[in-house]
Structure formats: structure tokens, C-alpha cells
């Protein structure tokens, strides 16, 4: 069974940084993933992309996020870190990390809140 942990969410004040971290754990069915990537969830709202990273190396960014939050990882290692500088209060939602391989996998979601 596959596990994808994620860690770094928490309370900041707009303008402020976090890391959000996420690693696979468990039997993988194929070497390397096609993809991870990073996808949140305000409340009333539907899931949407935040950053995406495939096994070819192409990145991909939701449009709010451009130029704020940089995606990196290894996707070899099952790995994938998310760096969220200049939050704002529209990026308040719960973050989920997700892996590609012969089937989507999701992890339980870490809250992330800009708030003063």
C-alpha cells in the first residue's frame, strides 16, 4: 500500500514562508513516478493545481501561485517539496500531495493559513 506524508503546513501572516514537504512510503508499481505534484483545497472550493513535477522534468504552476511558490523534488526518491514565499490570504486551503504512477495517489492534505 502507498502513503504519501506530508509535513510543513501551519500559521503565517501574509507576506511569510513555508515549506511543505511529501514523501511515498510503500510498494510502488512501477519505478518512477510519471508525476508529483502539489494540489489544494479551500473551503466551497474545487481541488486545483499548485505546482506539478513530471518524470521527464517539466514543471508545471497553477497561475495564482507564478512567481511566489517554487516546486522541487526528486521523483526517482518519491520526493517533493513545495517553497510558498509571499502567501497571501487567498492561499489559505489544505495543501495535498499527489503521485502518478499506474494510478493517482493522494496524500491526507496539511492545512496551510495566512492570516494576521
Known amino acids: 500500500q502507498v502513503q504519501l506524508l506530508e509535513s510543513g503546513g501551519g500559521l503565517v501572516q501574509p507576506g511569510g514562508s513555508l515549506n511543505l514537504s511529501c514523501a511515498a512510503s510503500?510498494?510502488?508499481?512501477?519505478?518512477?513516478?510519471?508525476?508529483m505534484g502539489w494540489y489544494r483545497q479551500a473551503p466551497g472550493k474545487e481541488r486545483e493545481l499548485v505546482a506539478r513535477?513530471?518524470?521527464?522534468?517539466?514543471?508545471a504552476y497553477g497561475d495564482s501561485v507564478k512567481g511566489r511558490f517554487t516546486v522541487s523534488g526528486d521523483i526517482a526518491k518519491n520526493t517533493i517539496d513545495l517553497q510558498m514565499n509571499s502567501l497571501k490570504p487567498d492561499d489559505t486551503a489544505k495543501y495535498y500531495c499527489?503521485?502518478?504512477?499506474?494510478?493517482?495517489?493522494w496524500g491526507q492534505g496539511t492545512q496551510v493559513t495566512v492570516s494576521s
Open positions: 513535477i513530471t518524470s521527464a522534468d517539466y514543471i
Open positions: 510503500g510498494s510502488i508499481d512501477i519505478g518512477t513516478p510519471y508525476s
Open positions: 499527489n503521485m502518478v504512477t499506474l494510478r493517482s495517489y
